[in-house]
């Protein structure tokens, strides 16, 4: 039976959901066509709408769905400020951060504290009549920091700078409102709460202009041309459903697993560091930790080949560990930067599962440090 | 295993004799170049996808930077042409990488590398032994590994001919059966290796110099001896005329000089090696005839052990002598069995010149 600790790479698809997308697999659902195949499409696809509206106390018609967080980020960079003054962070996903250095002019990137906490003020003094618009993920997916967005939101108001956050994996985590948090727009992903691959969304503001980076076709109010990938939008309004339902309990469960690892870790490994905050709000789901003298890569291997998926801060697309972007931001070394190991929870990981990754990992660290002889 | 066909068929031979098998690929190189490209990782890991082992990436670049690329842009800067793929191997491959797979639980590290090992009969340690398929023997790749490094060490296609290993790739159902091989330096984008090293060396270490015959007299101006590799002839820049065809036949970075000679002043009478090491432990006795190869695909050529003392180790070819290239390696041969090996430091000049 497999272990699996990396819920913010990708979360197992709820069986609801699955339920829910089969209908919509196999009978011809255009939703842009004139006949009643295309209304049972257009209708799922806006009750969907509606759902994932409401994950963040917004409007569906302010929702436009895409491929995913990624392609949310870009729409929302390259859509309202290509060639414009962009402010963002250090510890950006990648969609985030090579979208802004592609096209933003000028760009500034604010740093981070050594526990990946990001500085509202900060933020705010990097904006100049030049700043189009400021980009900071809600929470970050590697080391479970969260941003102090309504702070900076509240720190820009009236100077015409749009705020945009990737929520990607705050979203099913931690409560969120667009309203409370004053961002302009919002990047949203399925698959890191439940629902399927493939599918995203960007929520924004009524008003706010964005040039469309896909034309061709008036699907999603013009804003994102090509025929809706309907069965896994469906999925997303399902999952995103389920996520506000039992936000409460996922996020409170999470963090009692998550304290329950590290007070174990801390208990059982000498030399633990916890990478992230050590106290104060963060991501309830997750926790990222180096084992000095031992080889973030070498955990992995063991870790998986005893059952237990976890994954290092930051793979390139060959799954190599480069020195985390995110760890170095954070002040470590490009060896500490490769080292750390992040486990995150979701909904169906059990007190059972983590008891049994702290009985593996003792051994598992000597052996990675070359203390035990195999 | 690099997403070749070499490492793939190691892997497969690794897997039928009973070895619990996990693939590793290695990430040496940031950006460019030929080797570990994300389609050779793909690769790779197709292959343990069909054959059903784990794979996994790790990412050596810092190591391969500090113990590859540098060595290999200071050796170009210093009028030597260096061997980085020798350096990889001792360093990387089964230096880094064995004491990570070590921690993981190995046993034996595997490669796809041409090479066979021996048990001596004697003090049954194990040594290096030349490949069945002669034309790809890569034991002059190898030669710094001792008896230590090959204990754990196996060689699956050190036993097959090229060919051999294609048609087994084939019938496994492998997708990279006949993938092209890989040839320039891995990690020179284009194989412009005078562009990069000007790219990573210091500015002022790259100096223009002249280029001079045997006699000292100019023949004309060069821009950095790191362009230049000895028994060199294109791309001399001289004037055509004098009617012998010109070869490099040294170069001095202390002074920025390129000395150009016949095709018989390029001859050896010898080479002096430094950092050796011999794989009984040991240097033979003086005198001891043995087989030296001085470049990889160059046949080795017959030559006696004169001197093996201290830091440098002389060895005289028998007969005509071929052109050193200080940098390279020096490898040590009986019959098919690799004695020992080192790094060229000079050439022993066969005439009075120089």
């Given at each position: ?374 | ?69 540098r060595p290999f842009v200071a050796e170009y800067v210093a009028g030597r042409t260096p061997n980085p793929c020798a350096r990889c191997n001792r360093h990387l491959k089964f230096g880094v990488l064995w004491e990570r797979a070590r921690a993981l639980g190995a046993r034996w590290l595997a490669t796809g590398h041409y090479a066979r090992i021996g048990t001596d ?165 003086p005198d001891t005839p043995l087989a030296v190869r001085i470049r990889h695909r160059h046949p080795p050529v017959r030559a006696r052990l004169a001197r093996a003392d201290g830091a440098d180790t002389t060895v005289l070819f028998e007969g005509d002598g071929p052109a050193v290239t200080p940098g390279q390696a020096a490898v040590f041969y009986r019959g098919d ?18």
């Open positions: 039976m497999r272990i699996y600790l990396d819920h913010n790479a990708t979360a197992p698809l709820g069986p609801e959901v699955r339920e829910a997308m089969l209908p919509f697999l196999g009978p011809p659902a255009n939703p842009s066509s004139a006949h009643r195949e295309g209304a049972r499409a257009r209708s799922a696809l806006e009750t969907a709408r509606a759902e994932v509206a409401a994950l963040v106390g917004a409007a569906p018609a302010e929702i436009v769905f895409t491929s995913g967080a990624t392609e949310a980020n870009n729409l929302a960079l390259r859509g309202t400020a290509a060639g414009l003054g962009i402010v963002t962070t250090a510890i950006e996903h990648a969609s985030v951060l090579e979208t802004a250095r592609a096209v933003g002019a000028p760009l500034s990137v604010v740093p981070v504290d050594r526990e990946g906490r990001v500085d509202a003020g900060q933020v705010v003094a990097a904006c100049d009549a030049a700043t189009r618009l400021v980009s900071v993920g809600l929470a970050n997916g590697e080391v479970g920091s969260l941003a102090p967005v309504a702070a900076i939101t509240a720190g820009l108001r009236g100077n015409g700078v749009l705020v945009h956050s990737d929520a990607a994996q705050a979203a099913g985590r931690l409560p969120l409102d667009v309203a409370a948090l004053g961002v302009d727009l919002l990047s949203l992903s399925a698959h890191k709460l439940g629902g399927p691959a493939g599918v995203g969304a960007l929520w924004l503001r009524r008003g706010v202009a964005l040039a469309a980076q896909t034309t061709g076709g008036s699907q999603e109010r013009g804003r994102r041309a090509g025929t809706e990938n309907v069965a896994a939008i469906v999925g997303f309004g399902v999952a995103a459903a389920r996520a506000r339902a039992e936000l409460a309990a996922n996020a409170a469960a999470a963090a009692r697993l998550v304290e329950r690892l590290w007070t174990g870790l801390r208990t059982r490994v000498p030399g633990v560091v916890r990478n992230g905050p050590a106290d104060g709000p963060r991501l309830p789901n997750t926790l990222n930790v180096s084992f000095p003298g031992a080889a973030g890569e070498s955990l992995l291997v063991l870790l998986d080949l005893a059952g237990v998926a976890v994954s290092l801060g930051s793979a390139c697309a060959a799954g190599a560990a480069e020195p985390s972007h995110v760890l170095l931001a954070m002040g470590r070394d490009r060896d500490a930067a490769r080292n750390g190991v992040r486990f995150s929870v979701g909904p169906s990981t059990t007190a059972a599962d983590i008891d049994r990754v702290l009985e593996l990992l003792p051994a598992l660290v000597a052996q990675a440090r070359g203390e035990a002889a195999a | 295993m690099s997403g070749g066909v070499d490492s793939a068929v190691a892997a497969a031979h690794a897997l039928a004799a009973g070895h619990d098998v996990v693939g590793i690929s290695l990430r040496l190189a940031a950006g460019g170049g030929s080797c570990c490209s994300l389609d050779d990782f793909h690769d790779a890991r197709a292959v343990a996808d069909r054959l059903g082992f784990p794979h996994y990436v790790f990412d050596l670049a810092d190591d391969f930077e500090r113990h590859v690329v009969p004697t003090t049954g340690r194990p040594y290096l032994r030349t490949a069945v398929d002669a034309a790809k023997d890569q034991t002059y790749f190898l030669f710094a590994l001792g008896p230590a490094d090959l204990a754990h060490t196996l060689f699956p296609v050190g036993d097959l001919t090229k060919a051999e290993v294609r048609a087994e790739a084939a019938a496994l159902g492998l997708a990279v059966a006949d993938k092209p091989e890989s040839m320039e330096v891995c990690f020179v984008p284009g194989g412009d290796v005078a562009e990069f090293v000007e790219r990573h060396a210091p500015a002022e270490t790259l100096r223009p110099g002249v280029i001079v015959d045997e006699t000292g007299r100019e023949l004309g101006r060069h821009a950095g001896v790191h362009r230049f590799t000895v028994g060199q002839r294109r791309g001399l820049g001289l004037a055509v005329g004098s009617g012998s065809r010109r070869y490099v036949r040294a170069l001095d970075a202390g002074t920025a000089t390129v000395t150009v000679s016949d095709a018989a002043g390029l001859r050896a009478r010898g080479l002096v090696a430094r950092e050796v090491s011999w794989t009984s432990g040991a240097a033979p006795a069995a690799v004695l020992g090996g080192g790094w060229i430091a000079a050439a022993l000049a066969e005439r009075g010149a120089n």
